[in-house]
């Protein structure tokens, strides 16, 4: 076998096999009681795609007497080319999760008393109608604000719209990626999308900078990461942890956390000095080489030691490994890349770093993407706003920051914040805002402050207890959604159907929309029945096959070319038509042209303390599925990483339960055990993010391990674009032997169908 030729995630053998051959035994029942399982094979095999994560992978679920046994990856999908992640393939364990909210619900006592009543659909939706059209007489339509976290969401987009508010908000942009759209968009005219041009299958040479390929199962990147081990690419991995990327690297560069841009800007000295990056592309495509090359001359490998703690020799040996790999060297993007305040910054060097090894346009490191146009569907105009989005003090601040922030939607309902309150309703799709948005204290504040809260989600998170009204939706195989035609390597369109009726009482969020939108007065945005004859008016506008759709799920287009040398039209919407290196547009807003690095900013832990990072687990899509019971056979609560020098210091032994404080005295609510380990550095902590979870309706996962989130009572905003730094905070260590236990964290209601309870 040669060597690194497969990915073999540790831990997760006999169960993550059972995952994904599919529901061995239903523990759940249709109503959560235990039945036989009644075979694989299917009577019936249903095209769709996934939601278990965002990346929308296709699947082929089996159906057999009115059940779905198993998921496998459509093999037609583009996406999903046949194979799922163990996520995907879990998805059973959320159709059948017997926590899942069943009927609508009102609140009968005040915000926070978290006493709700079963009530039916048409009462439910009265009162959101009635809510929303009182608000926009008393305030303006955007007084109304929409979160909202999903696939599923296009229709309540669609709906707030047409109400004429702004205020639409997704946490997946302030919170994740938001900074290295930017950053890319102001060097090469382009974000990277989702899912990424990134051309990893056939890249030579790798470097993945905090992205945890192997632990992070977007579908595609692994399968094509698992290509690039195979062919023997160099990986680069610069992570301050030993993670599954970093196991299958030819180097692993355990960072000082905080300080990658120093680490960015060595390489392109050592890259430009050494005269290793691709003069040709440079001369013909790029802007500013000699402003750039002037500005990283004080940048060396000897500058850059002490700040990363990486030393010079490696930084010269890994730069001069891409450079020999140019121009199928892909320095990866990222994905959550909000660290620590100057991430569209750093983006920005991932940018450049790429842009001198050549790799944009170039076959291993970006390829051009096309899409298949779908004409849409023909409404009357939306109504212009009557007001800005209220997510930022002034419109001059985070000026490139060209999605509404979520925080700041957040803020935006906190009386004094910023005068009166702008924000008096939020309706929220899909996003559990507590345990999302940074500062969680501050969110049930802006709660508290709201005259109205109406929730959409399938199961009952945390926001689901501080709402008004809840509307239970069908999961994602029991629905039809939008078409999904993305800009990827092979243009195609996929569709989303109901592979089974929905269950209980709930109703799929196409459904939920029109009715509102009926409710208040917005009938002319929902003329049709469905969203199988939404979907059907779409395709055969576009001249594609409705039956063919429906049988494969999905239709393929052909592909452009994909390189620069294959004929793809090099094209770099920036001002100058080029690749900045030196961006004008940040110049005259008063930012720095080109990345730099002060050390001076890097705030140290106190005495005590470690730097709190967090991450994932190949099973789980952070909270969203850790109350899967099926993927929760594999992984059933976080660990604390504490690096084993640490741990002798402080006495801790392997397993061993503790709680995590901060730097601002905020105790995690549950304990975890210690992960005793050589694979972490010692001034930082990890956890993987999505436990801890205080609401007891979530029954399984309740009070397991320790939510990260909660820690974050800090955070730091992008000046350039307003994204959240996160891994900003340090946390300390309390034995649960120690701790006396304060009163059970309880964040959820309770319901009854016939009478109210407190």
């Not at 096309?370 to 997510?391: F, M, R, T, V, W």
């Not at 369109?493 to 969020?509: I, L, N, T």
């Not at 961006?583 to 890097?602: E, I, Q």
């Not at 309390?734 to 959820?748: H, Y």
Request: a negative charge.
């Amino acid at each position: 076998m040669k060597r690194r030729q497969f990915i073999r995630v540790g831990g997760y053998g006999a169960a993550g096999a059972a995952v994904a051959g599919g529901l061995t035994t239903d523990w759940y029942g249709r109503y959560g009681n235990p039945t036989a399982d009644p075979g694989t094979d299917g009577d019936r095999v249903v095209p769709s795609f996934c939601e278990l994560c965002f990346w929308k992978c296709g699947i082929l679920a089996h159906v057999k007497d009115g059940r779905v046994t198993k998921i496998k990856g459509n093999p037609k999908d583009p996406l999903s080319n046949g194979h799922l992640c163990p996520r995907g393939a879990g998805g059973t364990g959320l159709l059948y999760d017997p926590d899942r909210l069943k009927k609508p619900m009102i609140r009968r006592d005040v915000r926070g008393s978290q006493v709700f009543e079963d009530v039916s659909w048409d009462d439910a939706l009265g009162v959101v109608a009635e809510n929303f059209e009182r608000i926009k007489a008393e305030h303006g339509a955007a007084a109304l604000a929409l979160f909202s976290h999903g696939y599923g969401g296009s229709w309540m987009k669609h709906l707030v719209k047409a109400h004429g508010s702004p205020n639409i908000a997704a946490p997946s942009y302030a919170q994740c990626r938001g900074p290295r759209e930017v950053g890319f968009d102001l060097t090469f005219g382009a974000g990277v999308g989702s899912p990424e041009n990134t051309d990893i299958r056939n890249a030579r040479c790798l470097v993945l900078i905090g992205s945890h390929l192997g632990e992070n199962m977007h579908n595609t990147q692994v399968q094509d990461f698992a290509d690039a081990i195979r062919n023997e690419a160099d990986i680069i991995t610069v992570d301050p942890r030993y993670s599954v990327a970093a196991s299958k690297s030819r180097w692993w560069l355990p960072i000082k956390p905080g300080t990658d841009t120093a680490l960015l800007l060595a390489w392109m000295n050592v890259i430009i000095g050494e005269e290793l990056y691709d003069r040709d592309y440079i001369e013909r495509y790029a802007y500013g080489f000699e402003q750039l090359a002037e500005h990283v001359k004080a940048f060396t490998p000897e500058w850059a030691y002490p700040r990363t703690g990486i030393e010079p020799d490696v930084i010269r040996r890994t730069a001069r490994a891409m450079g020999a790999a140019r121009p199928a060297t892909l320095v990866h993007p990222g994905r959550h890349v909000t660290w620590y305040g100057d991430d569209t910054q750093r983006s920005r060097a991932i940018a450049l770093l790429n842009a001198l090894l050549g790799s944009w346009g170039r076959k291993g490191g970006f390829f051009v993407p096309s899409q298949i146009q779908l004409p849409p569907y023909e409404y009357p105009g939306y109504l212009k706003p009557d007001a800005q989005a209220a997510d930022r003090p002034a419109p001059s601040d985070y000026p490139l920051g060209d999605q509404v922030l979520a925080q700041g939607v957040c803020d935006a309902a906190i009386t004094g914040v910023r005068g009166d309150s702008a924000i008096k309703a939020w309706m929220v799709y899909g996003s559990n805002l507590p345990t999302t948005l940074p500062d969680p204290e501050n969110t049930y504040k802006a709660i508290q402050e709201l005259d109205f809260l109406v929730t959409v989600d399938v199961l009952p998170a945390e926001i689901v207890g501080w709402s008004d009204v809840v509307l239970p939706e069908a999961t994602y195989l029991e629905r039809c959604d939008e078409l999904y035609n993305p800009w990827w390597r092979e243009p195609y369109v996929a569709v989303r159907q109901e592979v089974v009726p929905p269950m209980y009482d709930s109703k799929p969020g196409w459904w939920m929309a029109r009715e509102l939108g009926k409710r208040i007065g917005l009938p002319e945005f929902f003329p049709w029945k469905d969203s199988i004859e939404y979907a059907k008016t779409r395709l055969e506008a576009a001249g594609l096959d409705c039956e063919v759709m429906k049988e494969q799920g999905v239709i393929r287009g052909k592909p452009g070319p994909l390189y620069f040398e294959e004929g793809a039209v090099p094209e770099f919407y920036t001002d100058s038509g080029k690749i900045e290196l030196y961006s004008p547009k940040l110049a005259a807003l008063g930012f720095d042209p080109m990345p730099t690095y002060d050390h001076s900013k890097l705030e140290e832990p106190p005495e005590g303390y470690y730097r709190l990072l967090f991450g994932r687990a190949p099973v789980h899509t952070f909270g969203r599925t850790t109350n899967n019971r099926l993927l929760s056979e594999v992984y059933r609560e976080n660990e604390v990483w504490v690096n084993r020098d640490v741990a002798r210091r402080w006495g801790l032994e392997d397993g061993e339960r503790v709680y995590l404080q901060n730097q601002d005295g905020k105790r995690s609510s549950f304990s975890a055990p210690v992960k005793v380990t050589g694979r972490i550095r010692p001034d930082a902590v990890y956890v993987v993010h999505g436990y801890g979870r205080r609401a007891p309706k979530l029954r399984f996962v309740h009070g397991k391990g320790i939510d990260d989130n909660e820690l974050i009572t800090r955070y730091k905003v992008d000046p350039i674009m307003g994204g959240t730094g996160m891994n900003v905070n340090f946390v300390t260590f309390l034995r649960a032997a120690d701790v006396v236990e304060d009163e059970p964290a309880v964040d959820e209601p309770v319901v009854v169908a016939e009478e109210v309870v407190a």
